[in-house]
């Protein structure tokens, strides 16, 4: 049974990206239904993790595609073939395993947290999106941008500046964590 594994490193490919079961079946080579049974056990194991886009309405949560994670920046660095060295030889890390690791404290602070907080990802149409939103039993949102580099400037700030002026009245604050001081 190789299906298992080879799926966990196809995800790890497509780790912080939107979830598409047609794409990765096709890649996969796995029938769908087979798939999607494959995917929720990885679930299960607390392998694979799936991020539901936030939107005001609760309906279109259900319908709007989730972000997948592989929630183990150190499993995911291992399918990606990320040695300490290759690692150490590039400035700053990859992207991806900074926003997988955000995610993995983020899912703890929520387990834990007595507000009842929820986690999402946010993405409109146009493709401005911020990484992490946060919400309370309120309602209130808190955006957080990942950034890898070790400076920020405008534009890292363009998905947070769309949730506060889209959702005035919800918003609470936006972070954005980077690598610098």
Not at 40 to 63: C, D, H, I, Q, T
Not at 146 to 173: I, M
Request: aromatic share 8%; hydrophobic share 45%; glycine share 6%.
């Amino acid at each position: 049974m190789t299906e298992v594994p080879n799926l966990l490193r196809l995800l790890a490919t497509h780790s912080v990206t939107l979830l598409n079961f047609a794409e990765l079946s096709r890649t996969a080579g796995i029938a769908q239904s087979t798939l999607k049974r494959y995917f929720a056990l990885l679930e299960m194991l607390f392998l694979v993790v799936r991020l539901p886009s936030w939107e005001r309405n609760p309906g279109k949560r259900l319908v709007k595609a989730p972000k997948v994670f592989l929630p183990d920046s150190g499993m995911l660095c291992h399918f990606l073939a990320a040695t300490a060295e290759s690692l150490t030889a590039r400035p700053g890390l990859p992207g991806p395993a900074v926003e997988t690791w955000v995610l993995s404290e983020l899912l703890k602070h929520v387990a834990f947290s007595s507000l009842r907080l929820s986690l999402w990802h946010y993405r409109t149409q146009t493709n401005i999106e911020v990484d992490f939103v946060l919400e309370n039993r309120l309602g209130q949102i808190t955006g957080i941008e990942v950034k890898a580099s070790a400076t920020v400037d405008g534009k890292d700030f363009k998905g947070l500046r769309h949730l506060q002026e889209t959702e005035s009245t919800r918003f609470q604050r936006g972070i954005v964590m980077y690598a610098g001081r």
